[in-house]
């Protein structure tokens, strides 16, 4: 509005500007609220009727047809101003309660559980989202501490639903079941009622115990956890046999069986999803997870996790196409 003034009053009534100070109340309706649009219009209005008596205007009707615009506009622009203001907090408080429920689905994982130092990253591929299909959890329970990395077939409302059935029904089979084969068993029949076959989740499931130097694995369709051995080795210890992925078991197959890793001091089990291993460069190459175990070194697991993470991100270019879930397992000296 300023620069429209000093133009129409360097260039004359001739120039025909004066309109053009209508721009104010229309910009302010689009970023500001009703309050600001009205009193932008109101100077505006201040403008156009000073600039008209000055360049002569009411003479004609050029300049009530100037006035007339930017009444006109402001009032349009505080109607916008008024709609938009309600669709905010109308967004705002569908964001709240859909944050509740990611911190009830996803809930924040023990820092520290026995002798483990625990991270966990998430990124979701739905935008302003911070779950999806992926699913995560430790719970230190009297067999030891559990842990479950999964990934549910498919993607929205649907997956989310989905993720929270395997979730409580595995919060609740980790302080009742004695061994993970009797857990992994009840998850299946847990997904198998709900699901029908129509859908499955691919899950692997970790026992650790604080008196042995070893962990329990049980794999049910899912990769194979990344182990980081203390001088800085790396295995994908494979399950014996591979079983089909929870949900599935109507199909008919052999159960999921559990088998036993080494597990010392100072090494490390990273879980993840496929959204971390098929994330995809310009070129169409998959991330190479093995070769970039080395950023886990940082002290701190969490902070190690990130790093990790981050150059998931990179890699992959732009926003991801998968959702990708990574829980790093530590095991702290002494």
């Not at 029949?189 to 129509?198: M, P, T």
């Not at 999803?273 to 169409?284: H, I, L, Q």
Request: proline share 7%; glycine share 12%; charged share 20%.
């Amino acid at each position: 509005m300023a620069v429209v003034t000093v133009a129409d009053v360097i260039g004359g009534p001739g120039v025909g500007l004066l309109p053009l100070v209508s721009l104010g109340p229309a910009f302010s309706g689009l970023i500001g609220t009703w309050r600001r649009t009205a009193v932008t219009g109101a100077v505006a209005l201040l403008l156009c009727l000073g600039l008209g008596v000055y360049n002569g205007l009411f003479d004609t009707r050029r300049g009530y047809t100037a006035l007339a615009s930017v009444a006109g506009v402001t009032g349009a622009g505080i109607a916008a101003a008024v709609m938009r203001g309600r669709r905010e907090a109308e967004l705002a408080s569908v964001r709240s309660v859909a944050e509740v429920a990611q911190r009830v689905l996803l809930r924040p994982v023990p820092r520290s559980a026995g002798p483990l130092r625990v991270a966990v990253s998430y990124t979701s591929a739905a935008a302003e989202a911070r779950i999806g299909g992926d699913l995560y959890e430790v719970v230190a329970s009297p067999y030891g501490v559990r842990v479950i990395v999964g990934d549910v077939q498919g993607k929205g409302l649907g997956a989310v639903e989905t993720a929270a059935l395997v979730l409580g029904s595995f919060r609740e089979g980790a302080h009742e079941e004695p061994d993970l084969a009797a857990l992994a068993a009840r998850l299946e029949r847990s997904v198998a009622r709900e699901l029908n076959g129509e859908k499955f989740v691919t899950a692997v499931l970790a026992e650790i115990r604080a008196d042995e130097e070893r962990l329990v694995l049980v794999d049910c369709g899912h990769p194979p956890p990344m182990l980081v051995r203390g001088d800085g080795t790396v295995e994908f210890p494979p399950p014996p046999a591979y079983a089909l992925p929870l949900g599935l078991g109507v199909h008919g197959g052999e159960p999921p069986l559990p088998y036993e890793v080494r597990f010392a001091p100072g090494e490390q089990l990273l879980l993840y999803t496929d959204g971390v291993t098929e994330a995809r460069d310009a070129a169409g190459t998959f991330y190479p997870l093995e070769d970039r175990a080395g950023l886990l070194k940082d002290p701190d697991a969490q902070t190690a996790l990130e790093a990790l993470r981050e150059d998931v991100v990179r890699h992959a270019s732009g926003p991801p196409h998968d959702d990708a879930a990574m829980l790093l397992l530590r095991y702290q000296r002494g």
